[in-house]
């Protein structure tokens, strides 16, 4: 098993939402976002508590693995349904910079947490936090690692063109943390912009998982590839039918014994024995039970909030 990598962080930042349900407010543009019907107080609540299970049951397994969870509660009572995916509001970089992002939802803005950031500044050298945010008032939105996929080694930053991917912010983000932006356009079999890069796209250290046919330029489908191949990395082509699992919504970590790629029971299920195979080759498979989250239009990824940070000595 190789080692780790500055791709591959080795701690992350999770949320357990205890009124987790799917985001009215998201709906319009979130086509892998399942709407439950009719629901009472009493199953509301139900599906509230299996979601806090399922985060509860994933930061145990992250754990096992060696990896270092940062889990944080959300009792709920801002009312922010998506807090489960705290990728979306800040992302973390090496050099102790932090950058917290504009978000497209007026619910979603309620999500950002000074406990989370001072949390990062008491174990981590942090040395700089860029605040986006106040591009909200003027309708511009970059929600963090859910709309952009960032290549830390190649210095690449990937975003599907989306109403959560404005460009001009995109362009700012770039500029201050020094990523190069490849732009493309998206579409499902039914012809709708995929709303977050992170659900088509995964950049791991030896490898890549790219829903390609859901770009729908050819020449920048082409462009994608090529800048992974330049990498050095195995591009592994998901379809339609394997974006819509979730196989692209996965994060690799580092453990003590080697990289591991997260990633849903969802996602693993859809994945053919080839493309598990060549996953493998560099890093193990932590699959992770959570169908509930998977409702709200995310997976596993956007549960995890990486640390690419230094921590503090002792």
Same mark, same amino acid.
């Given at each position: 098993?190789?080692?780790?990598?500055?791709?591959?962080?080795?701690?992350?930042?999770?949320?357990?939402?205890?009124?987790?349900?799917?985001?009215?407010?998201?709906?319009?543009?979130?086509?892998?976002?399942?709407?439950?019907?009719?629901? *009472?107080?009493?199953?509301?609540?139900?599906?509230?508590?299996?979601?806090?299970?399922?985060?509860?049951?994933?930061?145990?397994?992250?754990? *096992?693995?060696?990896?270092?969870?940062?889990?944080?509660?959300?009792?709920?009572?801002?009312?922010?349904?998506?807090?489960?995916?705290?990728?979306?509001?800040?992302?973390?970089?090496?050099?102790?910079?932090?950058?917290?992002?504009?978000?497209?939802?007026?619910?979603?803005?309620?999500?950002?947490?000074?406990?989370?950031?001072?949390?990062?500044?008491?174990?981590?050298?942090?040395?700089?936090?860029?605040?986006?945010?106040?591009?909200?008032?003027?309708?511009?939105?970059?929600?963090?690692?859910?709309?952009?996929?960032?290549?830390?080694?190649?210095?690449?930053?990937?975003?599907?063109?989306?109403?959560?991917?404005?460009?001009?912010?995109?362009?700012?983000?770039?500029?201050?943390?020094?990523?190069?932006?490849?732009?493309? *356009?998206?579409?499902?079999? *039914?012809?709708?912009?995929?709303?977050?890069?992170?659900?088509?796209?995964?950049?791991?250290?030896?490898?890549?998982?790219?829903?390609?046919?859901?770009?729908?330029?050819?020449?920048?489908?082409?462009?994608?590839?090529?800048?992974?191949?330049?990498?050095?990395?195995?591009?592994?082509?998901?379809?339609?039918?394997?974006?819509?699992?979730?196989?692209?919504?996965?994060?690799?970590?580092?453990?003590?014994?080697?990289?591991?790629?997260?990633?849903?029971?969802?996602?693993?299920?859809?994945?053919?024995?080839?493309?598990?195979?060549?996953?493998?080759?560099?890093?193990?498979?932590?699959?992770?039970?959570?169908?509930?989250?998977?409702?709200?239009?995310?997976?596993?990824?956007?549960?995890?909030?990486?640390?690419?940070?230094?921590?503090?000595?002792?």
């Amino acid at each position: 098993m190789n080692a780790s990598s500055i791709q591959a962080p080795a701690a992350v930042v999770m949320i357990r939402p205890h009124r987790f349900m799917p985001n009215p407010e998201t709906a319009a543009d979130n086509a892998f976002q399942r709407h439950p019907v009719g629901l *009472d107080a009493a199953r509301a609540q139900a599906v509230a508590e299996k979601a806090r299970h399922e985060v509860t049951a994933a930061a145990q397994a992250l754990t *096992d693995a060696g990896v270092r969870v940062h889990l944080f509660d959300d009792e709920g009572a801002l009312g922010t349904p998506d807090s489960v995916f705290p990728n979306n509001w800040f992302s973390t970089h090496a050099g102790g910079r932090v950058a917290l992002f504009p978000m497209y939802s007026a619910n979603r803005r309620r999500e950002r947490r000074i406990d989370v950031i001072e949390m990062l500044k008491a174990r981590y050298r942090v040395h700089e936090v860029v605040d986006y945010s106040g591009l909200e008032y003027d309708g511009m939105f970059l929600e963090g690692t859910g709309a952009v996929v960032l290549d830390h080694i190649g210095r690449t930053a990937f975003a599907a063109r989306s109403n959560r991917a404005d460009p001009i912010a995109l362009e700012r983000f770039c500029s201050q943390f020094h990523f190069e932006a490849i732009c493309f *356009d998206t579409a499902d079999p *039914d012809g709708r912009p995929i709303y977050h890069t992170n659900v088509m796209m995964s950049v791991a250290t030896a490898f890549a998982l790219v829903g390609l046919d859901s770009i729908r330029d050819a020449h920048r489908r082409d462009e994608v590839r090529e800048r992974l191949l330049a990498t050095g990395r195995e591009v592994i082509a998901l379809d339609h039918g394997q974006i819509a699992h979730f196989a692209a919504n996965a994060l690799e970590l580092s453990g003590p014994d080697g990289r591991l790629l997260a990633l849903s029971t969802t996602a693993l299920a859809s994945l053919t024995p080839a493309q598990r195979a060549l996953i493998e080759r560099s890093a193990r498979l932590l699959p992770l039970d959570v169908p509930t989250i998977e409702t709200a239009g995310g997976s596993v990824r956007c549960m995890l909030a990486g640390i690419h940070l230094s921590p503090r000595a002792g």
